[in-house]
């Protein structure tokens, strides 16, 4: 069973503290959605709230259609995978798993037969045996999801739970989770603050800033089409290049800047006068000489400060007028612009986005 979570102008507060400010939303059933934003902006308190452990303090919360006022954690449709994952040392892994079960009620026989079928959906069926200290962190992370789907909650919610994890198992367990959420088919929750996490894994991600949210989309909508400065610098690396807007005409903005002036997509409706930023992100701000064969818009001049050597990419950093840096992507094949040399960059108007200013991640 699977359930569609409602959120309808949720505030949380903490005496004069407002964690969560006014959030709605809508989570349809068997949707894998994302809460993405920085350390302190309310993610994890709004995912407490959904599963009981926090009251909010206005607004209404509705899973599967249904009023969750007054009903507390162990009533809800709900089941909650906590960061610190807080598995049982002294079971074993199929006791651990079989642990809710057990709590519930349900026979030896009932229990051990849906903790090995569990197991056997998160690719541990040959595990149950062990002790939990003799699991890999990446085994860990599953004999919890195991454990919390034994219940049948019909949204699975979960609070960073990779982020204990090094980078290459964090990776495979991005793969993991998504695999899982296909095929159990309940909706799941995850709290994150690392936007790569939230991209792969997610249909659709909402971006939080101060207990706000701030845009709601798809990975590819909030990478493409950021609505705020705050998304367009915090979901990806991006290039941001103030001013004020000289001209708006036909959904297109020019801003002149002290790069000066560029023309770039206007879908906030930017009129002329007004303090602006145009965004551009690093892999659309190209050399000259690779851009398309169409005109390019936009031309920037500068020089290499430094390069940043990532295996799959190099980040070039460009010194531009005043000494603002600019990041670009250097070339996959051949060799990156040496420090010290003189780029001419470039980019379409349909490659940058221009934003009304306002804070920045």
Not at 4 to 13: C, P, Y
Not at 138 to 150: C, D, E, P, T, Y
Not at 255 to 271: C, H, W, Y
Request: net charge positive; glycine share 10%; with cysteine.
């Amino acid at each position: 069973m699977t359930a569609e979570v409602a959120l309808e102008a949720m505030t949380v507060r903490f005496g004069p503290f407002t964690a969560v400010d006014d959030v709605s939303l809508t989570v349809a059933p068997g949707e894998f959605f994302s809460f993405l934003g920085p350390s302190g902006c309310g993610k994890t308190t709004l995912l407490r709230t959904i599963s009981g452990f926090v009251e909010p303090t206005s607004g209404t919360l509705r899973i599967g259609g249904r009023d969750m006022r007054g009903i507390g954690p162990n009533r809800r449709p709900t089941a909650l995978i906590f960061q610190s994952l807080a598995l049982f040392p002294l079971m074993t892994v199929v006791e651990n798993v079989a642990y809710g079960l057990r709590v519930r009620g349900h026979s030896r026989a009932a229990r051990r037969a849906r903790a090995e079928a569990l197991l056997n959906v998160v690719a541990l069926g040959d595990q149950g045996g062990k002790r939990i200290d003799q699991l890999s962190g990446g085994q860990k992370q599953r004999v919890a999801i195991a454990r919390a789907l034994a219940v049948e909650p019909e949204v699975l919610l979960l609070d960073e739970p990779l982020s204990a994890l090094d980078l290459k198992l964090r990776q495979h367990m991005r793969n993991e989770l998504r695999a899982i959420q296909r095929r159990v088919g309940i909706t799941f929750i995850y709290i994150t603050h690392d936007q790569g996490e939230a991209l792969t894994m997610s249909d659709r991600i909402g971006v939080m800033r101060g207990g706000r949210l701030e845009q709601v989309g798809t990975g590819r909508a909030l990478y493409d089409s950021p609505e705020t400065a705050f998304v367009a610098s915090f979901v990806g690396e991006a290039n941001a290049m103030p001013g004020v807007v000289r001209d708006a005409a036909d959904g297109y903005a020019v801003v002149e800047t002290a790069f000066g002036s560029l023309q770039g997509r206007n879908p906030a409706g930017m009129k002329r006068g007004s303090q602006a930023v145009l965004f551009v992100r690093p892999e659309r701000l190209l050399p000259l000489s690779t851009t398309p064969p169409c005109c390019p818009q936009n031309r920037v001049r500068a020089r290499v400060a430094d390069l940043a050597y990532e295996g799959q990419v190099t980040h070039v950093m460009c010194a531009a007028e005043g000494g603002r840096l600019l990041a670009v992507l250097g070339p996959r094949d051949g060799e990156p612009p040496a420090p010290g040399s003189d780029v001419s960059l470039a980019f379409t108007a349909r490659d940058a986005v221009v934003l009304p200013p306002a804070t920045q991640a």
